[in-house]
């Protein structure tokens, strides 16, 4: 198989992220609940998580990856990985917005059954302090690398 052919099917990547698009986007449309503001918050998570599950399930399928994309499996799974992290930062962020608040970042302590309904609040905080700055300094490192080539 040409090489130029097995670089044209990173589309499927690119399709299959606009399928998942449309099917969160049709699971928010078809529930009742929210202004369209929450339903960005939600639709992101969900894309989110989706992103980081399939990032995770990639490495299992490593060679067939290289294989069908004809690029490096890091570049690939990178591209996946950081989507999702992305998106996982949309999510809270937007809610505090909705909230006008930090205050969605402070875990709820009031009452067991009010920890237990945000139980999200203190995971988000949490990979919020504990993933991003490796990330942050991993673009930083790169490019200052690319600056000075």
């Known amino acids: 198989m040409a090489v130029q052919e097995k670089k044209s099917r990173i589309w499927y990547l690119a399709l299959t992220g606009v399928i998942a698009v449309l099917l969160v986007i049709l699971a928010q449309a ?7 503001l929450s339903r960005v918050i939600r639709g992101a998570g969900m894309l989110g998580y989706l992103a980081v599950f399939l990032a995770s399930l990639s490495s299992l399928y ?6 069908f994309f004809g690029r490096p499996f890091i570049k690939v799974h990178h ?6 992290l992305i998106m ?3 999510h809270p ?33 949490r990979s919020a ?8 300094a991993r673009a930083w490192r790169v490019a200052g690398a690319r600056s000075i080539i």
Do not use: H, K, M
């Not at 078809?30 to 369209?36: A, I, K």
């Not at 591209?79 to 999702?84: E, H």
């Open 88 to 90: 996982l930062l949309i």
């Open 93 to 125: 962020l937007g809610a505090a917005w909705e909230a006008g608040s930090l205050a969605v970042f402070v875990p709820a302590t009031g009452s067991w059954l009010g920890f237990l309904r945000a139980g999200g609040r203190p995971a988000g905080t």
């Open 62 to 67: 490593l060679r067939e990856l290289v294989r």
């Open 79 to 84: 591209a996946v990985s950081i989507t999702g």
């Open 129 to 136: 302090w504990l993933c991003w700055p490796p990330y942050c």
């Open 30 to 36: 078809l529930g009742p609940w929210g202004t369209p």
